[in-house]
Nanobody, 111 residues
């Protein structure tokens, strides 16, 4: 099983990033998927989830209205569109199907 997140980087406050997570080694379309993050010195935080068919989305209050989760089951890929980024969004972001976690991608929001 592989879950490889990408798309992180350094962005100014108010900016946007789009994260991707390429999945392999399991039946991607059969699993609900989530994004989580871990900020420096803090524990893991759940960010967003989407059901296996893509029809239902869930968000943490801290990102609601700014982030959008989506998936392309034909491409075995999960996405997270992050807009209006804030310095407190700085974290390593991970994708997970609840059983496996991928290697994260660093998101840094700073001027």
């Amino acid at each position: 099983v592989q879950l490889q997140a990408s798309g992180g980087g350094l962005v100014q406050p108010g900016g946007s990033l789009r994260l991707s997570c390429a999945a392999s080694g399991f039946t991607f379309g059969s699993y609900d998927m989530s994004w989580a993050r871990q900020a420096p010195g803090k524990g893991p935080e759940w960010v967003s989830a989407i059901n296996n068919g893509g029809g239902s989305e869930y968000y943490a209050d801290s990102v609601k209205g700014r982030f959008t989760i989506s998936r392309d089951n034909a491409k075995n890929t999960l996405y997270l569109q992050m807009n209006s980024l804030k310095p407190e969004d700085t974290a390593v972001c991970y994708c997970t199907n609840g059983l496996w976690w991928g290697k994260g991608t660093q998101v840094t929001v700073s001027s």
